[in-house]
């Protein structure tokens, strides 16, 4: 099944500029940064570094464009369309320009305590509490956690998901969410083949992502049939199976937020075409709590598994379990933000391939600390300032399993126009 990405946004364009203008709205960023980073080269580049910047390299820098079109005609019915265009170093593999989101929304009331809401198109998975800003960004830090900074790559719903949320008190809501989706198939390819990483980077349907270098991805490994390019992590549905979301939270008066969620994409973890299915299933748990002094504290957990090939002995194919959590302390003052951030993660290998057999092993574990300081100012203008040190070890990268240091450490300025 071919899922139409370019007549969404074909459809969607030309509904807004058919109706009003007094329903047409246009919000955007305009984003410049410089970064300075050590550790390898970046993954961005087909190695496996996991920072967006490059091998111990000089001060370098990059830019982007992000705008979204609304068309709102009443309460209850919006069309929107998110696109990006990136100005990034000439290494880079991946599409200069894309369209991130486009959905239609519609919703219904029943009296004054509740509401059904359903949108259909291609959305990020409503699970964030982290990049909550408009176009799935984030108020806190540059960079996105280990968690977002996945679900940022690699996943898109292309879907219908309905939700409904009840006022059980005033200022107080319980609510509940269903999704039924395709295009995610290969899902957990970035986690196996190459790891946990951190940065800021939305990918667009279609967009091929490099894979660092396996002996089982070689022409004559076991997964020789792999794109040589590297995985595309959303476009057209590969097995024309659905996968299945449900998620459920309570809302006190904005004050205290809990949502758990789960997720799995129910591919058939075979070939299709130079890209595998990976078969990839989740929960995650996310929590944000208001302090006193202008204090808010935001946590979120992800557990789950993911693999791709028949998982049998003999058979070449990878199985693995993964995990992640975060903690995050913010303060904000008079347009001034400081925030913490703590990041702990791990991928274990479960294919029990022994060494020798064109096979690679995928554990990893790592953690990392992130301190921000945001400023903003004008109305329009944001510049920011954060340090990040990254501390990752993995196995397969040497040979014989010998462990190995990933990491990094990076500086970013950026400045942010929004309008």
């Known amino acids: 099944m071919q899922f139409p990405f370019r007549l969404i946004a074909i459809i969607l364009v030309a509904s807004t500029l058919v109706h009003g203008s007094e329903t047409f709205t246009i919000e955007g960023v305009v984003v410049g940064k410089a970064f300075d980073a050590t550790g390898p080269k970046s993954w961005l580049e087909g190695a496996w570094g996991r920072l967006a910047s490059a091998d111990n390299q000089d001060t370098q820098g990059a830019g982007r464009i992000e705008a979204a079109i609304t068309w709102e005609p009443s309460l209850w019915f919006k069309a929107y369309i998110h696109g990006l265009g990136r100005l990034e170093p000439d290494d880079y593999e991946g599409d200069e320009a894309g369209i991130v989101e486009a959905y239609i929304e519609a919703s219904a009331f029943l009296g004054d305590a509740s509401r059904f809401r359903f949108r259909l198109g291609l959305f990020f998975p409503p699970t964030s509490m982290e990049n909550t800003g408009s176009m799935w960004t984030s108020p806190y830090t540059l ?32 609510f509940w969410g269903l999704t039924a989706f395709g295009g995610n198939d ?13 940065g800021d980077r939305l990918s667009v349907p279609g967009e091929v992502l490099p894979i660092p270098s396996h002996s089982s991805l070689s022409d004559e490994g076991v997964f020789g049939g792999q794109r040589d390019s590297g995985t595309k992590p959303f476009g057209s549905d590969l097995d024309d199976n659905p996968g299945y979301a449900a998620r459920f939270g309570v809302d006190i008066e904005g004050r205290w937020v809990f949502q758990g969620n789960w997720v799995d994409n129910r591919a058939d973890r075979q070939l299709y075409g130079g890209d595998y299915a990976w078969e990839t299933d989740f929960i995650s748990l996310g929590s944000e709590l208001e302090l006193i002094g202008g204090f808010t504290f935001i946590g979120e957990y992800m557990k789950g598994k993911t693999g791709m090939g028949i998982a049998s002995p003999g058979n070449g194919h990878v199985q693995l379990d993964f995990q992640s959590y975060y903690g995050l302390l913010t303060w904000f003052y008079e347009g001034w933000r400081v925030t913490g951030r703590l990041d702990d993660f791990q991928t274990e290998d479960r294919d029990f391939e022994v060494a020798g057999f064109n096979a690679d092993l995928n554990d990893e574990d790592g953690d990392s600390l992130t301190l921000a300081v945001i400023w903003e100012f004008l109305d329009h203008w944001r510049i920011g300032l954060e340090w ?16 190995y240091f990933d990491g990094g450490e990076a500086w970013t300025l950026e400045i942010r126009y929004a309008f």
């Open 186 to 198: 290969t899902l957990g390819a970035l986690l196996g083949w190459r790891g946990w990483a951190m």
């Open 143 to 174: 960079s996105f956690s280990t968690i977002n900074t996945w679900i940022g790559e690699e996943m898109r719903m292309l879907g219908l998901d309905i939700s409904y949320a009840h006022e059980f008190a005033p200022s107080k809501d319980l």
């Open 388 to 403: 990040l040190e990254l501390d990752v070890h993995r196995a397969a990268i040497t040979p014989g399993g010998r462990r």
